[in-house]
Nanobody
Framework: VQLQASGGGLVQAGGSLRLSCGASGRTFSSSAMGWFRQAPGKEREFVAGITRSGETTYYEGSVKGRFTISRDNAKNTVYLQMNSLKPEDTAVYYC?????????????????????WGQGTQVTVSS
């Protein structure tokens, strides 16, 4: 499975960005997908996840209500819409896929549950 993330950049606090992650190498609609982030000096943390159908989503507490994860299975792409960005959102953002096809309701939230990772895209929020 190959993942290619894009859409990062520099934005002022309160602004918005939309990250995209294109996938290839597996039937995209068979797997849950996740977004993680890693700030300098910190561990990688879960940001958002979505089931294979897109029916169910889950968010880390600090981004809930500001970020929205979605997917377009016809385009093999998962998105992360980020609104009301804060300086503490500054990090490298990674999309990830689990090692195998997912059960319908599966939504992994731990990095150890994911095997395939995109290359990361930098998001910098200035105050």
């Amino acid at each position: 499975v190959q993942l290619q993330a894009s859409g990062g950049g520099l934005v002022q606090a309160g602004g918005s960005l939309r990250l995209s992650c294109g996938a290839s190498g597996r039937t995209f609609s068979s797997s849950a997908m996740g977004w993680f982030r890693q700030a300098p000096g910190k561990e990688r943390e879960f940001v958002a996840g979505i089931t294979r159908s897109g029916e169910t989503t889950y968010y880390e507490g600090s981004v809930k209500g500001r970020f929205t994860i979605s997917r377009d299975n016809a385009k093999n792409t998962v998105y992360l819409q980020m609104n009301s960005l804060k300086p503490e959102d500054t990090a490298v953002y990674y999309c990830a896929a689990p090692p195998h096809s997912s059960d319908y309701y599966s939504l992994p939230t731990r990095s150890s549950e994911y095997t395939y990772w995109g290359q990361g895209t930098q998001v910098t929020v200035s105050s």
